[in-house]
């Protein structure tokens, strides 16, 4: 099985050690994994900011990119959920019967980390060592579009050591949303402000979660209040060992 | 599908838009913290309640797939069946009213009033009269309308707008009911406390004098059935029955989407809507009249405002579907942190997001779409599994190819997504931009520097810290490590 791993633009420029994280974790479990750098990014931004025809040379990239691997893995349930649910209804759209084919064959061999490993390798114990309190945030792609959170959830709590505590409302979204938490910043912040109260009450040290873009938002509001919990991709506490 | 394209279909007007875009509106809204009390505490209940009465349901995804069926047979076949609604109310003695749009409606609905010389009417389940500002053109007039639902009673002797679909006075606790009853109530006691029951006492004195002398009541209606020509409300506080029942004329205003084809569809909402609305597994009462009863007119007016405009759009027209059960408002992270009015519009919240924009044409709700973090959980709980995200995405896209249209200078907003999306559709520049943003790092870390950034960083660190930007992209890691390998 040939893998090929979908970083995602943000993980890319900005949190590089979440895509360290995935490839020690995955050859860990000995994956044959690749990193094609043809991949830019998957076109989510521009298709929910409303300019979704530029988006379609990042789709048509995107198929080109993971052509000839079997699977797709990427640290986001967000991205994800674009491919699988949004890419289809731009090719029809467009009329282009042929990129819907193949825009539906990427969709069905793209996956989230999680439901990756539950679901195509069938681990839960993935052999970390984590000795920390950590509360998950199921973010709302994971949630509600890939339902891929309870995967987390039992991949997290086989972890070594760790601690999860219960988070209070923690199916409610954090306010991020992508272009949301610049056009509605207000809104956006005081989701963020119920969130990080959230947080600082569950008394954990790490945030944990699926996205790095939702992660990134509340880590950005953690250290604004001073709050000393800090945040962590899934597949970085999934990664750590003794 | 006749109805595809026809040009110049009436765009909604009347109570459909606010004054200031979304943002400005809900940054207002925020800095009211009573209001974000009574909205949580309100919502939190209401949501509890629903999730219970769904679950206990087995046969709930099946019930909401025909309600969505149901829903899609009659606005594929609207024409058809508000005709045959036509044909069956008038053989059974009411008459039916055409309204393209609310000044049509409301023309119509005067008239009416003013034939029979009353100077006031009795009022229930009336959102769709408060889209076409009924209360102000019966005031112009000189007759007074009297709202009988108690949330709307309270809005309206507030002098406030309904803030919620179904719960119109949400935003208001019972300490501010009481004092809105001790101003504007005639005959009130003034020992009147904030409970509950006596509050209700208080509204059922007032409406009781209403009911018995109002010789005209204008109502809503939730449902329509084409082939029976019977109308139906569901109702909690049995108002609504005296509404229908003790007054010589009944005016119903009705958007031409509540039909129901078949008198069998209704066992399906009965089901779906209370569950949704209120979480009951039943709504007290539900009211039904077929016709007018003898002593009694009934008129019954079909309002179009912009409903046929909404079902021109393949991807929009799906939002007809709703039956104004606000489930998805309770749920909606958004509409708990500002409530309904900063969405300017009767219908707020998600459903009116999507809603709204539809109804007046794009232009005068661009911002309703973006009003939303896409979170999904509106779809989740929607009795009739309106994609309530998607559609939002659809008029986004609507909204900026508006925008383009409007103006020969692109925004800067286009300038971004033109040039990250010239960006990242070649890896080539991509490599390019990623070693820019590591190149920017020093200056990301310093709060100083920061604040010289364009407008779009500065509204991210109002409340947030940006994450620190690493030296190397992954993909300069990965071949790094990629090329150190024999």
Redesign the interface.
């Known amino acids: 099985m040939r893998v090929g791993l979908f970083i995602t633009c943000l993980v890319d420029g900005v949190f590089p050690d979440v895509g360290d994280a995935m490839v020690q974790l995955l050859r860990r479990l000995d994956v044959d994994v690749d990193v094609p750098l043809q991949q830019t990014c998957c076109g989510q931004m521009h298709i929910n900011s409303g300019y979704g025809s530029l988006a379609l040379p990042l789709i048509k990239n995107q198929v080109r990119s993971f052509d000839g691997y079997d699977v797709v893995v990427a640290p986001s349930a967000s991205c994800v959920g674009s491919v699988r649910h949004q890419y289809e209804q731009i090719a029809r759209a467009r009329g282009d019967e042929r990129l819907v084919d193949e825009v539906l064959a990427l969709a069905k061999r793209t996956y989230e980390l999680s439901e990756f490993l539950v679901d195509v390798l069938g681990v839960t114990d993935v052999g970390a060592y984590f000795p920390h309190r950590v509360a998950y945030h199921p973010t709302c792609h994971s949630l509600r579009a890939l339902h891929t959170a309870d995967r987390s959830v039992r991949l997290l709590a086989a972890v070594e050591g760790i601690d999860l505590v219960a988070l209070s409302l923690a199916e409610s979204c954090c306010g991020f949303g992508g272009t949301f938490a610049l056009k509605n910043s207000d809104v956006s912040g005081a989701m963020l402000g119920d969130k990080v109260e959230c947080v600082v009450q569950s008394g954990a040290g790490f945030v944990t979660a699926a996205d790095s873009s939702c992660l990134m938002h509340i880590g950005g509001g953690l250290t604004r209040v001073g709050a000393s919990a800090r945040t962590i991709h899934l597949a970085e506490v999934l990664a750590s060992t003794r | 599908m006749t109805f595809l394209g026809i040009p110049g279909a009436p765009r909604g007007v009347g109570h459909l838009r606010g004054d200031e875009p ?2 400005d509106a ?2 207002e809204a ?1 800095k009211n913290t009573q209001l ?1 009390d009574n909205l949580r505490n309100a919502t939190t209940t209401i949501r509890a309640k629903r999730a219970a009465v769904v679950a206990e349901l087995p046969d709930w995804m099946e019930l909401r797939a025909a309600g969505a069926a149901i829903k899609d047979d009659v606005l594929a076949n609207l024409e058809r069946y508000v005709l045959e609604l036509e044909a069956n109310v008038t053989r059974r003695g009411g008459v039916v009213h055409w309204a393209r749009d609310a000044n049509e409606a409301n023309a119509i609905a005067v008239n009416l009033v003013l034939e029979t010389g009353a100077r006031e009417v009795v009022k229930v389940k009336s959102i769709a009269t408060q889209e076409i500002g009924l209360n102000d053109a019966l005031e112009a007039v000189g007759i007074g309308a009297i709202e009988t639902d108690l949330a709307e009673l309270i809005v309206q002797l507030g002098h406030d707008w309904p803030s919620h679909i179904l719960a119109p006075a949400i935003h208001r606790n019972r300490s501010e009911i009481r004092d809105i009853f001790l101003r504007e109530m005639p005959d009130v006691d003034p020992e009147l406390t904030n409970d509950p029951p006596a509050l209700a006492e208080a509204a059922r004195r007032h409406l009781r004098k209403k009911f018995l002398s109002a010789t005209v009541a204008i109502s809503g209606a939730n449902f329509a059935i084409a082939e029976t020509g019977t109308l139906a409300i569901v109702e909690s506080e049995g108002n609504g029955r005296m509404c229908l029942t003790l007054p010589r004329t009944l005016i119903t205003v009705m958007g031409i989407e509540k039909l129901l084809a078949r008198w069998r569809d209704l066992e399906v909402f009965l089901q779906l809507l209370p569950r949704s609305a209120t979480g009951e597994r039943m709504n007290p009462y539900t009211s039904m009249w077929t016709g007018a009863v003898e002593g009694q007119e009934f008129h019954l007016i079909l309002l179009d405002n912009g409903r046929t405009a909404t079902l021109a759009d393949p991807h929009g027209r799906a939002a007809l579907r709703c039956i104004r059960c606000s489930a998805c408002l309770n749920v909606c ?2 509409y708990e ?2 409530g309904g009015h900063a969405y300017g519009s009767v219908y707020p919240g998600p459903i009116g997001a999507v809603l709204s924009p539809q109804l007046t044409g794009i232009d005068d709700n661009a911002s309703l ?9 509106c ?2 709980v929607c009795p009739v599994a309106i994609d309530i995200p ?1 559609m939002l ?1 659809h008029l ?6 508006y925008r383009q249209q409007q103006s020969r200078l692109p925004s800067g ?2 300038v971004v ?2 040039s ?2 010239a ?5 080539r520049r ?1 490599n390019v ?2 070693r820019l ?1 590591s190149l920017s790092r020093r200056v990301v870390a310093n709060r100083t520097l920061v604040k010289f950034l364009p407008g ?1 960083v500065s ?2 660190t ?6 620190s ?2 030296r ?4 300069a ?3 790094h490590q990629t090329q150190a390998k024999p």
């Open positions: 979304f943002p809900a940054r925020l974000r992270p958004v942190r500002v779409p973006f009003a939303s973090t896409l979170c999904g959980a779809l989740e998607s995405v986004r896209g609507r909204a900026v190819e907003e286009s997504m033109s990250l999306g960006a990242m559709s070649s890896p991509w931009a990623l943003l779009d509204r991210w109002k409340v947030r810290d940006l994450p930007i690493p190397e992209s992954f993909r890691r990965w071949r």
